[in-house]
C-alpha cells in the first residue's frame, strides 16, 4: 500500500490545491514549479485531471486539515519546496505560507522561524524525509 492511500480523496485534493496555490501565489508559473509539482501529484496519487480541476475551480475542493501530524508537517514542507523553486520567495508567497501553517494549527508564533529552518535544510540539500524528521521536532509541543 502506498503512503497516500491512508489519505481520503478529499485530503489529497486539499493537499494538491495548497500546493498548486502556492505554484500561482506570485503571478506566474515556472517550469521548475512545474516539475515539482508532477512529483507531488505522484506522491498523492492525483492525476493531471486533478491538477486541471483544482486550477479551473479551486473553490470546489475544500480545505481539509489531515488526520495525521506526518501528513501536516509534510503539506507544510511541500508548501515551502514550491515557495522556493522557483529561487524567488515572492511576499504573497510567504503570507500564504505563514497561513497554511496556522491553519494545520502550528502555533503562528514560531511558523516563521520554522520556515526559515525549511529553508535553510532545503538550500543544505537535505532530502524530504529529514526536512519533515527537522520539522516535525521543531513544531513539537507547539500546537495551536
Not at 516539475?35 to 470546489?60: H, M, W, Y
Not at 510567504?94 to 508564533?109: D, I, K, Y
Amino acid at each position: 500500500m502506498e503512503w497516500f492511500e491512508e489519505l481520503s480523496a478529499e485530503e489529497r485534493m486539499s493537499a494538491l490545491k495548497n500546493v498548486a496555490a502556492m505554484m500561482a501565489a506570485d503571478g506566474k508559473i515556472e517550469e521548475s514549479e512545474k516539475q515539482l509539482l508532477a512529483g507531488i501529484c505522484s506522491r498523492l496519487g492525483v492525476t493531471a485531471k486533478d491538477v486541471e480541476a483544482v486550477f479551473r475551480n479551486p473553490a470546489q475542493y475544500a480545505f481539509v486539515v489531515p488526520r495525521s501530524d506526518r501528513e501536516k508537517v509534510f503539506q507544510l514542507v511541500d508548501s515551502v519546496f514550491m515557495m522556493i523553486v522557483d529561487g524567488n520567495i515572492d511576499a504573497n508567497e510567504m503570507e500564504l505560507c505563514l497561513r497554511l501553517a496556522q491553519a494545520l494549527g502550528f502555533n503562528p508564533a514560531i511558523v516563521p522561524k520554522v520556515i526559515a529552518a525549511i529553508v535553510e535544510a532545503i538550500e543544505q540539500g537535505h532530502n524530504r524525509g529529514k526536512i519533515g524528521d527537522l520539522t516535525a521536532s521543531l513544531l513539537q509541543g507547539n500546537r495551536l
